[in-house]
């Protein structure tokens, strides 16, 4: 189960007298995720749209076959003039991606 700290949770109440300000919060990233709590048990999460597109992009990322993944990792690393680059320099650049999807 995902950890919260304090200022991340937020009763159903007080969200809807404040959603306003916990959208702010949000969008300017002051915090990650809100989690919505019911009876003291989490029952939603908020996140912003930029967090919301990471970890849809990540998701996608993940359903690949490795085929699939490595094929679409080159494309998106090579221009359109499809220059060619060493296995190296693909090596590298897949890890840079990689690691950017996974933090």
């Known amino acids: 189960m995902q950890a919260y700290k304090r ?4 009763s159903v109440t007080d969200l ?5 300000m ?3 919060k949000l969008t300017s990233h002051q915090l990650d995720k809100v989690a919505v709590m019911k009876n ?3 029952e939603a999460v908020i996140v912003s749209v ?5 970890l ?5 990322w993940n359903r690949l076959d490795e085929a699939t993944y490595l094929t679409k990792a080159y ?3 090579t221009d359109t003039d499809s220059k060619a680059i060493s ?8 890890d840079e991606t990689i690691s950017r999807y996974e933090s």
């Open 16 to 20: 809807l007298k404040g959603f306003k």
């Open 87 to 94: 296995i190296d320099e693909l090596d590298n650049k897949l």
């Open 7 to 10: 200022d991340e949770m937020i």
């Open 50 to 54: 930029d967090e919301y597109e990471r």
């Open 22 to 24: 916990t959208l702010e």
């Open 75 to 77: 494309e998106s690393l």
């Open 40 to 42: 003291n048990k989490p």
């Open 56 to 60: 849809q992009s990540k998701h996608y």
